[in-house]
């Protein structure tokens, strides 16, 4: 009888213990990525095999997802939210959801790259410019300022792509230094200019190689997926003059959720993204900029000191500007 109760005792703690034992060796993070799984998945494998901390990865627009960690609150599974786009991590600050980052970590980083309230740091940066054709354009038509395109001597020259979510990002931006009236009379001006409407940035690319354009307005590094392929291929780039607003950078970046009780493994995470290592990977094989500068020299302190700064929590008001460009005629 003693045996029959001492091995039931035995079988009971092992039942009871085994499930957190295995809580424990799964126990990891769970990140709700609007970066698409294509670019960001060799990043996340890579932090695994490094530090052997498990990841679980929801995939998703960088807006869907917002809206999914507002509704969520304080309940949701999701440790880090890493975002496509400021305006995404703007949207989540406001509703109070992320913590706040430390010292440490956020000053690692020049202000371009990082929330004005230190609640998200980016992993990245795609900067905005123009493209245009090395074939039909003289150095003296190349513009000072984005206000610049309004002339005459562009009329039925240029692309945009209204549509895109980079581009309304950058109007809300313009929008933030400028205000709403000038920039609903830029969208008008540039109307009236019988300016092309794209899909996307590789359209527009492609367009001025085929003829169609001679400037667009795009990211900084599609252009780099055409001369890897053909170094002579008929586009290049550009910024537009010190500060200009058509020179506003994006990021790429990512927050401790307010729900998350893996605040070290979450920072682990993010010192990861910051690392030569991640940093490099970004550079080269996604073409954007580096959060953390690689070396001090170069693209990287031309964009430092080229890029207007704004406040990128402020690229959450997205509804303001789809309702300037319905105003413009352009939605």
């Known amino acids: 009888m003693n045996r029959t109760i001492l091995a039931v005792c035995i079988l009971t703690l092992v039942v009871m213990l085994s499930p957190l034992s295995a809580r ?46 507002t509704e969520e609150g304080r309940r949701s599974p999701a440790d880090l939210f890493w975002a ?15 913590q706040e980052l430390p010292p440490s970590l956020w000053q690692e980083v020049p202000p371009l790259f990082r929330s004005d309230s230190a609640h998200w740091i980016a992993a990245s940066g795609r900067a905005r410019l ?7 354009t003289t150095p003296d038509e190349l513009p000072d300022s984005i206000f610049d395109l309004t002339d005459i ?4 020259r ?14 809300t931006g313009m929008r933030l230094v400028h205000g709403d009236e000038v920039t609903l009379a830029w969208l008008e001006a540039m109307g009236s200019q019988d300016t092309q409407s794209y899909r996307n940035n590789t359209s527009l690319v492609e367009a001025i190689a085929a003829g169609e354009i001679d400037f667009a307005l795009v990211n900084n590094y599609y252009l780099g997926r055409f001369t ?35 605040r070290e493994k979450a920072l682990e995470f993010i010192r990861y993204l910051l690392s030569d290592v991640a940093q490099s990977f970004i550079v080269e094989e996604l ?5 953390a500068a690689l070396d001090d020299t170069g693209s990287y302190q031309d964009l430092l000191t080229l890029s207007p700064g704004i406040d990128l929590d402020g690229l959450a008001d997205l509804e303001g500007t789809l309702a300037i460009m319905r105003q413009a005629g352009l939605l």
């Open 24 to 69: 424990g060796q799964q126990e990891g993070l769970t990140i709700y990525s609007g970066r698409s799984e294509s670019l960001v998945e060799p990043l996340v494998r890579s932090f695994q095999e490094h530090t052997g901390i498990p990841v679980q990865v929801r995939y998703g627009g960088t807006s869907e997802l917002a809206v999914l960690i």
């Open 84 to 98: 496509q786009d400021a305006g995404g991590l703007g949207a989540v600050t406001r509703s109070g959801l992320f």
């Open 130 to 136: 123009f493209a245009y054709s090395t074939q039909r």
């Open 153 to 156: 001597r562009y009329r039925s």
């Open 158 to 171: 240029v692309g945009w792509a209204p549509t895109n979510g980079s581009f309304q990002a950058f109007l």
């Open 228 to 262: 890897s392929v053909d170094p002579d291929f008929p586009v290049a780039q550009d910024f537009f003059s010190l500060g200009d607003i058509g020179n506003m950078v994006n990021t790429a970046g990512i927050g401790i959720l307010a729900s998350s009780s893996n």
């Open 287 to 291: 073409g954007e900029f580096p959060a």
